[in-house]
């Protein structure tokens, strides 16, 4: 499937040391050192505002860093780079614009490149890509429809095929578990694991809950509190490393399906403005 | 507003009726300025209609309105005044307003402003109601020759732009974020955008007015997007939709003396509504028989 040069198995996909993010003077979160062995799959956790999008921001070069070191494939993170593949938060989307799918993953191919595509020459080859990635996320059926008519699963499987379109070994996944049922989570992470597998890419996957991907995730990186934490679930989602990660007693409780719920954050460390008594579930 | 000569009269003889017409330079001045127009205004309309940035390009006609009335009282001719403010608008609109929701005030004020240059320069021009009249609504019979082809360079121009940016454009007209990510120029773009939209205006302006502008810039687009969803087919819909419109009003307003932007707009309005009509009904049939209708293209594809 891949064309391009495999990264040197003892090379990580992404390398971070002492990492810190923020805009401007003031960092939202520092001293992050992790790697991500290439084919890992990752979920990026923490509340909301920790700065996991950040994090992408970076990796994706939008972002520089405000201190540390970052590469990604190898090299420094650079705008534009062909081997990543994102899907931004679905939202942003506006869903009443008169676009088909097929023509929303195409521009995933040359939607980048000046001019318009020659009517002669490699059509039919573009042609397939993108009905390759359109039939990698199963999406063929509805694909030549409006993107207003489709439902929000049925959008975030286009939008992956448009990452997957022009062949990266790198997928950043901003919360495309958001605002879907249970269901069609758990049919979206069988479907990037799937083919994360199959085109041996590394994925990073932004979430709100851990649960839905524990099956599906080798590594969590965990944001919260301007820290950051990193390493398999079962070691990071856990009452010692989750208090140390917030300065505060945390509880993780593990159900018998081995499902993890943390209990005793406060609102307030996610929002220092907000008071909220609840327990956030991971 | 010039009415075309009133002894012409309709014959079931088509060919001889349009020779008829042809034989005069003002009319043939009008149907190339017209098609001239048609062509840029429609391919400039999918993109402004899928942007959804209708309210920028109706801003643009009225920063128009001053420059032309400015031109009028300098003694200039006012397609120069048109290009000038148009561009300068854009260039304006689109460095200060970014974020979306900003947008619309900062176009609105700008509009507000102009549209007051527009009333002074009236009024510091005596005698300059026609003038007005026909930059207000169009003067398409008045078109000459040298306008004519200032207005085949200008549309070439926007044509030219639009293709070199064409993709880019659409990538982020449609998908801002990831374009962005794929180090697209999307600020760049947005004023590119907006300068072409000046520059569709600017001789749109001839043919039907400032204040009908969007017979030609919007409904045509309009229609092509209820027709189809590729983007080159919308656009060339769009281009024989306004084409169509700037052809017939101005045969007709040949042989009926009101005034050709009036038949223009009506046309534009008609081909809109029949459009709106039969595409509901079309909607509504298929949602009778049921939903999960796919893509032609895409029926026969297999799951991963």
């Given at each position: 499937?891949?064309?391009?040069?495999?990264?040197?198995?003892?090379?990580?996909?992404?390398?971070?040391?002492?990492?810190?993010?923020?805009?401007?003077?003031?960092?939202?979160?520092?001293?992050?050192?992790?790697?991500?062995?290439?084919?890992?799959?990752?979920?990026?956790?923490?509340?909301?505002?920790?700065?996991?999008?950040?994090?992408?921001?970076?990796?994706?070069?939008?972002?520089?860093?405000?201190?540390?070191?970052?590469?990604?494939?190898?090299?420094?993170?650079?705008?534009?780079?062909?081997?990543?593949?994102?899907?931004?938060?679905?939202?942003?989307?506006?869903?009443?614009?008169?676009?088909?799918?097929?023509?929303?993953?195409?521009?995933?191919?040359?939607?980048?490149?000046?001019?318009?595509?020659?009517?002669?020459?490699?059509?039919?080859?573009?042609?397939?890509?993108?009905?390759?990635?359109?039939?990698?996320?199963?999406?063929?059926?509805?694909?030549?429809?409006?993107?207003?008519?489709?439902?929000?699963?049925?959008?975030?499987?286009?939008?992956?095929?448009?990452?997957?379109?022009?062949?990266?070994?790198?997928?950043?996944?901003?919360?495309?578990?958001?605002?879907?049922?249970?269901?069609?989570?758990?049919?979206?992470?069988?479907?990037?694991?799937?083919?994360?597998?199959?085109?041996?890419?590394?994925?990073?996957?932004?979430?709100?809950?851990?649960?839905?991907?524990?099956?599906?995730?080798?590594?969590?990186?965990?944001?919260?509190?301007?820290?950051?934490?990193?390493?398999?679930?079962?070691?990071?989602?856990?009452?010692?490393?989750?208090?140390?990660?917030?300065?505060?007693?945390?509880?993780?409780?593990?159900?018998?399906?081995?499902?993890?719920?943390?209990?005793?954050?406060?609102?307030?460390?996610?929002?220092?403005?907000?008071?909220?008594?609840?327990?956030?579930?991971? | 507003?010039?009415?075309?000569?009133?002894?012409?009269?309709?014959?079931?003889?088509?060919?001889?009726?349009?020779?008829?017409?042809?034989?005069?330079?003002?009319?043939?001045?009008?149907?190339?300025?017209?098609?001239?127009?048609?062509?840029?205004?429609?391919?400039?309309?999918?993109?402004?209609?899928?942007?959804?940035?209708?309210?920028?390009?109706?801003?643009?006609?009225?920063?128009?309105?001053?420059?032309?009335?400015?031109?009028?009282?300098?003694?200039?001719?006012?397609?120069?005044?048109?290009?000038?403010?148009?561009?300068?608008?854009?260039?304006?609109?689109?460095?200060?307003?970014q974020r979306l929701r900003d947008r619309d005030t900062v176009i609105g004020i700008v509009l507000?402003?102009?549209?007051?240059?527009?009333?002074?320069?009236?009024?510091?021009?005596?005698?300059?109601?026609?003038?007005?009249?026909?930059?207000?609504?169009?003067?398409?019979?008045?078109?000459?020759?040298?306008?004519?082809?200032?207005?085949?360079?200008?549309?070439?121009?926007?044509?030219?732009?639009?293709?070199?940016?064409?993709?880019?454009?659409?990538?982020?007209?449609?998908?801002?974020?990831?374009?962005?990510?794929?180090?697209?120029?999307?600020?760049?773009?947005?004023?590119?955008?907006?300068?072409?939209?000046?520059?569709?205006?600017?001789?749109?302006?001839?043919?039907?007015?400032?204040?009908?502008?969007?017979?030609?810039?919007?409904?045509?687009?309009?229609?092509?997007?209820?027709?189809?969803?590729?983007?080159?087919?919308?656009?060339?819909?769009?281009?024989?939709?306004?084409?169509?419109?700037?052809?017939?009003?101005?045969?007709?307003?040949?042989?009926?003396?009101?005034?050709?932007?009036?038949?223009?707009?009506?046309?534009?309005?008609?081909?809109?509504?029949?459009?709106?009509?039969?595409?509901?009904?079309?909607?509504?049939?298929?949602?009778?028989?049921?939903?999960?209708?796919?893509?032609?293209?895409?029926?026969?594809?297999?799951?991963?």
């Amino acid at each position: 499937m891949s064309s391009h040069p495999l990264t040197p198995p003892d090379q990580p996909a992404v390398c971070a040391h002492d990492l810190a993010a923020g805009y401007g003077e003031s960092a939202v979160w520092s001293h992050a050192t992790f790697d991500v062995a290439p084919g890992s799959f990752v979920a990026i956790l923490g509340p909301n505002g920790a700065g996991k999008s950040t994090l992408l921001r970076q990796l994706l070069g939008l972002l520089r860093p405000l201190a540390g070191r970052l590469e990604v494939l190898g090299e420094p993170p650079h705008r534009g780079n062909p081997s990543i593949g994102y899907v931004p938060q679905a939202r942003t989307l506006d869903p009443e614009v008169a676009f088909r799918g097929v023509d929303l993953v195409r521009l995933g191919l040359d939607g980048h490149r000046f001019g318009f595509a020659p009517p002669w020459g490699s059509r039919a080859a573009r042609q397939q890509a993108v009905e390759r990635a359109v039939a990698s996320v199963a999406a063929a059926g509805y694909a030549g429809r409006r993107l207003g008519a489709m439902s929000g699963g049925e959008r975030q499987r286009l939008l992956l095929a448009q990452a997957l379109v022009g062949e990266p070994r790198l997928l950043l996944l901003d919360e495309p578990l958001a605002s879907m049922d249970v269901r069609n989570q758990a049919a979206m992470v069988e479907l990037i694991s799937s083919v994360a597998l199959e085109r041996r890419l590394t994925v990073l996957l932004v979430a709100h809950d851990l649960n839905p991907l524990r099956n599906a995730i080798d590594l969590v990186c965990y944001v919260a509190n301007g820290r950051v934490a990193f390493g398999p679930p079962e070691v990071v989602v856990t009452s010692e490393v989750l208090s140390t990660l917030y300065g505060a007693p945390v509880e993780v409780l593990v159900d018998s399906r081995g499902r993890r719920f943390v209990v005793g954050i406060e609102e307030e460390t996610a929002h220092p403005h907000r008071h909220g008594p609840d327990g956030v579930s991971l | 507003m010039i009415a075309a000569s009133g002894s012409a009269s309709f014959s079931w003889n088509l060919v001889s009726d349009l020779s008829q017409m042809l034989s005069y330079q003002f009319m043939r001045n009008a149907f190339l300025a017209g098609t001239i127009v048609s062509v840029v205004a429609g391919v400039v309309g999918y993109f402004v209609v899928l942007r959804r940035t209708a309210f920028a390009a109706h801003a643009l006609s009225h920063i128009g309105f001053a420059g032309a009335a400015g031109a009028v009282l300098l003694g200039v001719n006012p397609v120069w005044g048109l290009l000038t403010f148009c561009l300068g608008g854009a260039l304006a609109m689109g460095s200060l307003g970014q974020r979306l929701r900003d947008r619309d005030t900062v176009i609105g004020i700008v509009l507000a402003f102009m549209l007051g240059l527009g009333v002074l320069f009236i009024a510091l021009y005596s005698g300059f109601s026609t003038e007005a009249y026909s930059i207000l609504f169009g003067e398409i019979l008045g078109i000459s020759t040298s306008d004519v082809v200032l207005t085949a360079v200008v549309g070439a121009i926007a044509l030219a732009a639009l293709g070199a940016m064409y993709r880019p454009l659409l990538f982020a007209s449609v998908d801002e974020e990831v374009a962005v990510a794929r180090r697209v120029p999307v600020r760049l773009l947005s004023i590119a955008f907006l300068l072409t939209v000046a520059l569709a205006v600017a001789v749109a302006v001839q043919v039907v007015g400032v204040l009908l502008i969007f017979s030609l810039l919007v409904t045509p687009a309009a229609v092509a997007e209820r027709l189809t969803m590729r983007p080159a087919s919308a656009m060339v819909a769009a281009v024989a939709v306004s084409l169509a419109c700037s052809w017939l009003g101005l045969a007709i307003g040949y042989y009926v003396s009101y005034p050709v932007s009036f038949f223009i707009t009506s046309l534009a309005f008609l081909a809109y509504a029949l459009t709106r009509t039969a595409t509901a009904l079309a909607r509504r049939r298929a949602g009778r028989l049921g939903p999960g209708r796919t893509g032609p293209e895409y029926a026969g594809g297999h799951p991963g």
